[in-house]
């Protein structure tokens, strides 16, 4: 069974910094592409960011040169680095496979002063 878990959210005021975990599991994770959603208040869930089996990344336009995606295989596990927040970055924050699978929790980010 594939399971995804998130981490590493919270509230931080505008201009700060997160870093994002999600540890996957039930899956060879190594040959799998791997992205980061998120999701506003009614709003439709997006992708921010993908990277590949091989580590190329892609971005969203809306996190281009403020989020950083990355890997570590031997663990299992993708991050999102997030600078520069701001209030419009709020949201609940997933990771997935390419192709997608089930959906875990998330992670609540709040930006906020």
């Known amino acids: 069974q594939v399971q995804f878990v998130e981490s590493g959210g919270g509230l931080v005021q505008p201009g700060g910094s997160l870093r994002l975990s999600c540890a996957a599991s039930g899956l060879i994770f190594n040959i799998y592409g791997m992205g980061w959603y998120r999701q506003a208040p009614g709003k439709q869930r997006e992708l921010v960011a993908s990277?590949?089996?091989?580590?190329?990344?892609n971005y969203a336009d809306s996190v281009k040169g403020q989020f950083t995606i990355s890997r570590d295989n031997a663990k299992n596990t993708v991050y999102l680095q997030m600078n520069s927040l701001k209030p419009v970055d709020t949201a609940v924050y997933y990771c997935?496979?390419?192709?997608?699978?089930?959906w875990g929790q998330g992670t609540q980010v709040t930006v906020s002063s």
């Open positions: 990277i590949t089996s091989s580590g190329v990344t």
């Open positions: 997935n496979s390419f192709p997608v699978r089930g």
